[in-house]
């Protein structure tokens, strides 16, 4: 696949990221892509390695290793290499819905399980499906293709996020007439409002869903099932019905004081600054800003990551991020061999950007809060953090984030971020369609299948399996949308 020699003639090079204080000045995404035949170069550097696996999208030592879509990376690599960018895009589009979205917020875990990367530099698979993606619209390869056959079927999609786009997607191409209802005023849940633009620039879930019209998928947009609309006239009105309403409900922090006014959760705080972004470009007051504030983001993850990121383009005054786990190591130690994820510490584009503007990497690690305070109108002023130690329980043999006593110490806030993760489904909704639900609250269902309890009824997506990565929404809803057209049809061709 690819040039036979090429991973020894070409070197790795990636898409220029445009300078952290140049780029903080707006909310664009930030890389330069590489010339069409600069990308061919990286894909001949697909070697012909026998076992491809960056595909493989296996659990090895815990973690996924490769592509949890199985997307025929060495195929489309080596057509992309030899200029057939249609077939390219034919490949491509055989197992993956959004390859417009992966290639821009996926990790890209098929690079970290690359033969390539053993010894040197991984493949640049992501930017290789990106460059891919972008010619076919270019060019007219991704343009819209209507089922010629309809069956009569009609299928509820409630959430427009990838899962749901995933299963209204595949279903729409087998000719059930599919439904799409979002709570918020736009297409794509996560993508939309959890994801902010300096990744996922929201034109480009426009463009997706406008051709998804055009194929024939209806959106309904801020109608709330369960709440605006009984679940019973849903299955009243449809055959089948796909709950796929993502993990919205946010981890807590449990500490004195949380009462302050001037705490919000990562995904209100992102979500405000897109919708705003969007309908006024930013105009003051209709958004929560961060603004000449000292600001905590307590959560190490993208999501805290995201914050940091556009608490800095607010203008913010400091920015802290707490990570109660110790830092990762900077490379792959003996007992993390590849081709396992790799398990290593990574500067993200927002922590690049608080060092330039900063001068610090604003993580601190093994700590939390220990008390949010607050002035006499409630108001937050500063945080006691606390220090942790890793302790392992003797009779699990887990690893507990213990506090050191006398550890304690202040810092200035006035505004706090929790990106702590998130607990699973909204009880709403589960309620309301009567679904058994697991101890974690998500949506019960027999190990490797998509119905739920209640009859006719399926899920998909992070209310599924919790919350997890864009590229396994998009595998969930692939899968759930087979077991919905088996029971409506007695047998699925997808």
Known sequence: MGKPTGFLEYEREEAKAYSPKERIKNYNEFHEPLSLEKQKCQAARCMECGVPFCQNGQMIAGMVSGCPLNNLIPEWNDLLYNGNMEQAYNRLHKTNNFPEFTSRVCPALCEKACTCGLNGEAVSVRANEGTIIENAYENGYAGAKAPSVRTGKKVAVIGSGPSGLAVADQLNKRGHNVTVYERDDRIGGLLMYGIPNMKLEKHIIDRKVDIMKEEGVEFITGVNVGKDIKASEILKRYDKVVL??????????????????????????????????????????????????????????????????????????SVLQLEMMPKSPDKRTADNPWPEWPRVCKTDY??????????????????????????????LIKLILIKLEAVKDEKTGRINMVEIPGSEYEVNCQMVL?????????????????????????????????????????????????????????????????????????????
């Not at 399926?458 to 899968?479: C, K, N, P, Y």
């Open 244 to 317: 796929a309403c993502g993990s919205r409900n946010a981890r807590d922090i449990k500490a004195k004081g949380r009462d302050a006014k001037g705490i919000y959760f990562a995904v209100d705080f992102l979500a405000s600054t897109t919708k705003s972004l969007l309908d006024n470009e930013l105009k003051e007051g209709t958004f929560i800003s961060a603004k000449g504030k000292d600001v905590v983001v307590i959560g190490g993850g993208d999501t805290g990551n995201d914050c940091v990121g556009t608490a800095i383009r607010h203008g913010a005054k």
């Open 350 to 379: 927002g922590q690049e950007e608080a060092i330039a503007v900063f001068g610090n990497d604003p993580r601190v690690y093994q700590t939390t809060v220990k008390e949010f305070v607050k002035d006499k109108e409630g108001n």
């Open 418 to 494: 929790i990106a702590a993760g998130f607990l699973g489904s909204e009880d709403y909704v589960t309620k309301a369609f009567k679904v058994d639900t697991t101890p974690r609250t998500n949506v019960a269902t027999m190990p490797g299948k998509y119905a739920t309890s209640a009859e006719n009824v399926f899920t998909a997506g992070d209310m599924h399996r919790g919350q997890s990565l864009v590229v396994w929404a998009i595998r969930e809803g692939r899968d759930c949308a087979r077991e919905v057209d088996e029971a409506l049809m007695g047998y699925t061709n997808l």
